[in-house]
């Protein structure tokens, strides 16, 4: 029999979860007695309701918390409860617009759109993990985000941008320093704005720049003096947006022509210092930026387009006649008394994408050296993220953890208590055995890539994206 589709799809794409607590899980291996602390995480929960979602980014968040104490690990899974997930389980139905899947419509409900021109957006912050102060947040793209309790994990709250008026995105991936925690805002309006917030003690305007077509930007840039936004071509006509009869993301166009303009804002005046143009790529995910001497590097995870955003809808990842596209580490060095592209270069050939680093002790700071991600075994090649990869960005080598048949998350960098080197600690990963059919919690050793544990669940974890831990004090 030929196979048509992927083993994984169903598992880590299709299937609605259940709220689970789990105690005393099976570990294969031994656990460092040093790491104690929750990993949680956040991704996609629900994906069917009156009809399934069309891709990755779509969803009904659920957060999933693993607890390591004392060598054991528990387990427990909780959906977001905000107003989308309330809707869907009252009327069966999706009922706010996601990223790529938007609720089935009437034509009177369509043309009421246009009268009545306010989208119902989806609240469920399914992206990211974010402490922000000594508060634990689910962070999406949408302008509100939802605190939850890091213990029951249960939904506290939503936080909103009292002073962002009108509609826009913000990304899942704010920046923080010792003093502050920072965002950037997509504005859409009469005027669209890219807008840099303070968030720490209430939100504060730091930099505002009009846009007319303003891009899908899902993070951005801090180095020590300035906020960077790398603005690919895959923009919008607002107004689009705002009579929206296409789900989110299928307004965006791409517009090779315009290239990539990176806006450099000064962080001390919110002004904007210069915008350089490259040629056009694409990216998800800023990794780092530092200065050196009047010199602005800007490390990201890059695609030659925006077509990764199709890779992922499922009728795509299902099938096993497919390739994703392979993001790749490159830096872009600026000169900045030159207003200039000084050198672009590809830091790794090996495909990276939810790209990690040590940011407490090593963002914004130039000798940094590792980078850790999901990755796509070249021997592998027609399959989803199948193994994890770590960059030495020194080097150009790469280093791998890869088993046939398993599918690997976001790897999380714990560093060890006693550490001599930037390397030196764990990274954990919720992976799917394809196989077996279920999920389990993989402890490798940062520094070698071996497996140190492994931390078996009962059941599948849809594939989610991005998450944190937290220490035990
Ligand atoms: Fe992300």
Known sequence: MIKTENRYFQPGFRQNMEEKELKNLVIEGEIPDWLEGDLIRNGPGIVNVDKPMQ????????????????????????????????????????????????????????????????????????????????KAFA???????????????????????????????????????????????????AINHYKIYSMLEGVKELASIPVLEPAYLHSFGMSERYFIIAEFPLVVQSLKLLFRFRPFIENFKWKKNRGTRFLIIDRETGKLKTTIKTEAFFSFHHVNAFEVDNQLVVDLAAYKDASIIDHYYHNRLSSTEEQLPFGRMERFIFDLDKSKLKERKVLSEACIELPHIDYQSYHGNKDYRYIYGCGINPENRNEFYNQLVKIDVHTGQHSTWYQEGTYPGEAVFIPNPDRKSEDDGLLLSVVLDGKQGNSFLLILDSKTMQEQARVHLPHSILFGYHGAFFEKN
């Not at 918390?65 to 899974?77: D, M, N």
């Not at 905000?82 to 009252?90: D, G, I, K, T």
């Not at 002073?163 to 913000?170: L, V």
């Open 139 to 189: 962070l999406g793209e949408p302008l509100m985000q939802i605190q939850f309790d890091p213990e029951t994990l249960e939904s506290l709250g939503v936080f909103h941008y009292e002073k962002a008026p009108g509609s826009g995105i913000n990304t899942a991936h704010p920046h923080q320093d010792p003093h502050e925690v920072y965002n950037l805002v997509v504005q859409f309006g």
């Open 55 to 134: 891709h990755w980014f779509d969803g009904l968040a659920m957060l999933h918390k693993f607890s390591i104490s004392k060598g054991e690990v528990s387990y427990r899974s909780r959906f977001i409860n905000c107003e989308a997930y309330q809707a869907a389980q009252e009327s069966g139905k999706i009922s706010y617009s996601d990223f790529a899947t938007d609720p089935c419509r009437s034509i009177f409900q369509k043309l009421q759109t246009v009268f009545d021109p306010k989208p119902k957006i989806t609240d469920s912050a399914k992206v990211n993990i974010g402490k922000i102060g000594d």
